[in-house]
């Protein structure tokens, strides 16, 4: 069983950034591909970015990119996104998850373990 935690989210205005961090309970954290996903109301859950286990490669939908970095510390059993140039459509719940030896990384059925979400809204 890996627990994740959520932290970092709140409100900001367009065009600014803030920083998401997970924190996972795994003790083979480095076997996770770990994804952030988000879900706005009314909408569903969409892939966000994602970043491999085995040599940190990352993927990113087409609506974040060059705008969002996702990073991993395998010693502190950390993810964290970095969201600059934010938006009012990026507001949504955001959600760590995190798959065993994942290779499809932006498929949410793929993901085995889901934190339990952190709120980000961007004011226009």
């Known amino acids: 069983q890996v627990q994740l935690v959520e932290s970092g989210g709140g409100l900001v205005q367009a065009g600014g950034s803030l920083r998401l961090s997970c924190a996972a309970s795994a003790r083979t954290f480095s076997r996770y591909t770990m994804g952030w996903f988000r879900q706005a109301p009314g909408k569903e859950r969409e892939f966000v970015a994602a970043i491999s286990w085995i040599g940190g490669s990352t993927y990113y939908a087409d609506s974040v990119k060059g705008r969002f970095t996702i990073s991993r510390d395998n010693a502190k059993n950390t993810v964290a996104l970095q969201m600059n140039s934010l938006k009012s459509e990026d507001t949504a719940t955001y959600y760590c998850?995190?798959?065993?030896?994942?290779?499809?990384?932006?498929?949410?059925?793929?993901?085995?373990?889901w934190g339990q979400g952190t709120q980000v809204t961007v004011s226009s």
């Open positions: 998850a995190a798959s065993y030896y994942g290779n499809n990384y932006e498929g949410a059925r793929e993901y085995d373990y």
